[in-house]
């Protein structure tokens, strides 16, 4: 694995996180016209996070990844956040407009009745006028993945991500309850403001 | 079905054994001089398999047949010239579509992968049952062949298809000339086949891009839908707004920037007439060749791709989209005058008034430094 984190520190280093900024500017460039976006970020996966990955195994053992620098999709992730729940479908529109996906997901939690992680996330191709003789395209990845989301969406997975998946103890039952608590909370904060900001537009 | 030339000759002909009891069929190879290749650095590849399908159309309910091509000979020669010069025939990029429920599976690049995994007739046979179930009458018989290789890095499979012809054959070896009717005749020429490239490194993650070419067509940039959407189940690799988007986008930079007041008159004009490109496969090459820009006009445009790849990649041209991000704006007076400016620059360029007391009547107005005046007659400069 030792390999695979020098690999991946000059991959990152050298190609990702410069191909982020430009895939972040691109993104902005397309959606310039597109009102009440929050904001728009894309990012290189840190070293650890990858190592991290890599390394994961499946439930009979085996790893994950026989081949994780051309397997690990998400190597690059960019985020567009909007206002409201309205305008989630029309910027979806756009992506499948100006990008080619190979997988475009609507994540929403497994039952009805649960609550927890909400969003729409696409694995795309890497549009070619984003590479030149700096960055050289051969060297990158072929995707990277792409979430929409709203405010309450990425606020409640942002907080959930930093604090039910630490390391050294998993959270009790009490807390679990308290994270669905939250999820629902933002899921029905997002319904609320959403049917608000139609009522005010259409009054 | 069989092959009756029992050996290969010197113009290129060379059976292929399929199962069953009649027929005749004949693969001539025929390269023109224009795609012959070299060995050298392109032979990176080594062709480690080939497998070939007679396959008949959907409506012929006829059984596939298949054999394995050996490793050596003039047919493996020129199989193996396809398969090295691939990268440079093959033009369009294409890459293969999600499952129609989002997920990041395609039935056609899971027959890939399962041959490429272990190449065989048997792995290969259901790449030629589904060419087969999509080929119509129109298309008619095809051999379909696949290939593939590796070098150090990568795995590549080319994928491609010869249609059915038909030939005499004339044969004076005995003496006397005795003529004979073939079918079935399948030949490698310029202007006569199919074909698609992929190649990746890893077969799990890989292989979701290639490029395709279609010789049975007119003009480099068409292809069949047959060939793309029917049997290889992809599109183009960028959609027809991101193209449009990105060609109106160089061209609304180029005209901005250029100083040269015929190229710049060069490049509004092609914007003018852009619009009759609509639905067609276009790059930015293509785009400038087939509006006879100049060379310079040509390279204003050129220069604005980031790279090669940019320059080379088709898409299909939405015109509803290039009027989005480019439209060039003409004012035409009773008077007979006339006031052209980018759509988005005219009321900057030209201040309009109207004049009292006089309906409809306008009055433009606008100022700058002149920097050209020319007397043009139709047709000439």
């Not at chain 1, 895939?23 to 991290?52: G, M, N, T, W, Y």
């Not at chain 1, 529109?93 to 729409?120: A, C, H, M, W």
């Not at chain 2, 190229?263 to 914007?271: G, H, M, T």
Request: charged letters at 25%; a neutral charge.
């Amino acid at each position: 694995m030792s390999d695979i984190r020098a690999e991946y520190q000059q991959r990152h280093d050298r190609i990702l996180v410069p191909l982020a900024t430009r895939l972040r500017d691109h993104i902005q460039e397309f959606v310039k016209d597109v009102p009440r976006i929050d904001r728009i970020a894309a990012r290189a996966k840190s070293v650890d996070r990858f190592v991290a990955k890599a390394e994961k195994l499946t439930d009979n053992g085996a790893r994950k990844y026989s081949d994780p620098l051309s397997q690990i999709q998400d190597q690059i992730g960019a985020r567009i956040i909007l206002f409201y729940l309205n305008d989630v479908e029309k910027m979806v529109t756009l992506v499948n407009q100006y990008f080619t996906s190979i997988e475009e997901k609507e994540i929403v939690p497994d039952e009805d009745s649960k609550f927890g992680y909400v969003g729409r996330h696409f694995i795309l191709f890497f549009p070619s006028e984003l590479f030149d003789q700096q960055l050289p395209k051969d060297d990158a990845p072929e995707f990277f993945e792409l979430q929409v989301k709203t405010l309450f969406q990425h606020a409640w997975a942002e907080s959930n991500h930093d604090l039910a998946y630490k390391p050294d103890r998993s959270l009790t039952a009490e807390e679990l309850r308290y994270v669905a608590f939250t999820a629902a909370q933002s899921w029905g904060a997002d319904r609320i403001m959403n049917e608000l900001f139609i009522k005010t537009v259409n009054s | 079905m069989l092959v009756v030339f029992p050996s290969c000759n010197s113009d290129g002909r060379r059976e292929l054994r399929f199962g069953g009891t009649a027929g005749k069929i004949v693969v001539i190879a025929r390269m023109a001089s224009s795609h012959r290749i070299d060995s050298g650095p392109a032979m990176s590849f080594t062709l480690t398999q080939i497998d070939s399908f007679l396959v008949d159309t959907n409506k012929s309910k006829k059984a596939v047949t298949g054999t394995a091509v050996p490793l050596k000979g003039t047919l493996f020669d020129m199989l193996n010239r396809i398969f090295q010069n691939s990268d440079a025939e093959c033009r369009h990029d294409i890459a293969f579509s999600k499952s129609q429920d989002g997920k990041q599976q395609n039935e056609v690049r899971d027959l890939m992968i399962d041959y490429l995994s272990a190449p065989s007739q048997r792995t290969g046979m259901p790449l030629a049952k589904r060419l087969q179930s999509v080929t119509t009458e129109r298309s008619g018989m095809g051999l379909l062949f696949l290939l593939t290789g590796s070098n150090a890095t990568e795995e590549r499979l080319v994928v491609s298809r010869f249609p059915a012809d038909s030939a005499i054959l004339a044969d004076d070896s005995g003496g006397g000339l005795t003529v004979q009717f073939l079918e079935k005749v399948f030949m490698k020429s310029a202007t006569s086949y199919k074909a698609a490239v992929y190649r990746a490194k890893s077969l799990s993650s890989g292989f979701w891009q290639g490029r395709a070419v279609d010789k049975q067509v007119n003009g480099d940039l068409t292809i069949s839908t047959y060939w793309i959407e029917e049997f290889l189940n992809s599109g183009f690799r960028i959609t027809p707004a991101h193209g449009t988007r990105r060609l109106a986008t160089y061209l609304r930079e180029a005209i901005k920037a250029e100083e040269d007041i015929a190229i710049k008159e060069s490049l509004i004009a092609a914007a003018q007439l852009a619009k009759g490109f609509d639905g067609q496969a276009l790059t930015p090459e293509s785009f400038c060749k087939q509006l006879k820009l100049s060379k310079e006009a040509t390279q204003a445009l050129l220069n604005r791709c980031p790279n090669d790849d940019v320059k080379r990649e088709q898409f299909r041209f939405n015109v509803e989209e290039f009027g989005k991000q480019l439209s060039i704006r003409t004012v035409q007076l009773d008077n007979g005058g006339s006031l052209t400016a980018p759509a988005d620059d005219f009321n900057r360029v030209f201040r309009q008034d109207q004049v009292d007391g006089k309906a409809g009547k306008v009055q433009f107005t606008t100022q700058g430094v002149v920097v050209d005046d020319r007397l043009r007659k139709d047709g000439r400069q």
